[in-house]
């Protein structure tokens, strides 16, 4: 049974959705000042936006592409207690138009100097919630980082933001000679050039010479994760093409669920609790696409959110972009809206 410390998961992450105002805007009711927001616009494309109290308000970068860090003065312009202010820049705040925004706590800090790696780090770590926000400027050599988070990452996503260089992703899933790109639709891909093929320990993760994550005197961003009973699991699942599809158990009611297939080429997507309110859950985002809001397709991202965990509801094969191909391995990230057990357990949808 999933006990958890965290009794109350959205102290911790939330979704919060907003519409548009086209001016100068504050955003409430996340229920703690988040130090990472990732921002897409629903009902038009357009990039996803990402920022972080570790680099600072007015510099995003954009999970589908690969360009480098830019700074906004009306984008995402302060951290509140409760919540972000945004300016009139239309990805962030398109006047009328919807917008999801997904809200990580770190520690409230724009970080501090780390120097359990060989090359030191600033670090903004919560060690309760299992996430951590690391920067450290690139060698051009093998090195280690120092995370912060005093357990094995299970998930960390990079980005130098410096340079017009693809996102990589180590999941604990495909181990340390694989990566996937998370600006990309992608297969998994073979390389000792991101890890060094070692695995993260309780205190550092490893980078090589791959300029995506270790580019001589460029500055790299990374976010870490590890999981924590009740809140937040990484792991993987095989789909079976099947409208009884797999069943993945993860201890908690998940609020938000972000998918990919490693073994072909197929979208990543996100789904969470704000945006879809019953099951069939189904109203997909792509991390790789500036696409607006699909909600209207055949339920090829489809999954059934339940108290422990998500049930998959889809039959396509892998020639369509779905979360259920038959003998496909997929990897999620997934955090909670409720614990399975507890002071406040899960219920049923």
Known sequence: MAYTTIKKPSDYFNTKLYTGTGATHNITGVGFQPDWVWIKARNYNDNHRIVDAVRGVTKDIYSDLNLAEGTNTNGLTAFGSDGFTLGSDGGYNGNTDSYASWNWLANNTSGSSNTDGSITSTVSANTTSGFSIVKWTGSGAT???????????????????????????????????????????????????????????????????????????????????????????????????????????????????????????????????????????????????????????????????????????????????????????????????????GDNPATAR
């Open 143 to 341: 090195a280690t980082i120092g995370h912060g988070l005093g357990s094995v990452p299970k998930m960390i996503i990079v980005k130098n933001t410096n340079a017009s260089e693809n996102w990589i992703v180590y999941h604990s899933t495909l181990g340390s000679s694989k990566h996937l790109k998370l600006n990309l639709s992608d297969a998994e891909a073979t390389t000792g050039g991101t890890w060094n093929h070692t695995n993260p320990t309780a205190n550092v993760f490893t980078v090589h010479t791959n300029t995506n994550v270790n580019a001589n005197g460029n500055s790299m961003i990374a976010y870490c994760f590890t999981d924590v009973t009740g809140y937040s699991k990484f792991g993987s699942y095989v789909g079976n093409s099947n409208t009884d599809g797999t069943f993945v158990y993860t201890g908690f009611k998940p609020a938000f669920v972000m998918i990919k297939n490693t073994t072909n080429g197929n979208n990543w997507f996100i789904l969470d609790n704000k945006r879809t309110l019953f099951n069939l859950a189904d109203d997909s985002l792509f991390p790789n696409s500036n696409s607006a809001e699909m909600t209207t397709q055949p339920t090829n991202y489809g999954l059934d959110i339940l108290s422990n965990g998500m049930k998959m509801r889809t039959s396509g094969d892998h020639l369509v972009n779905n979360n259920n191909a038959s003998g496909n391995t997929y990897i999620y990230m997934a955090f909670a809206e409720e614990p399975l057990v």
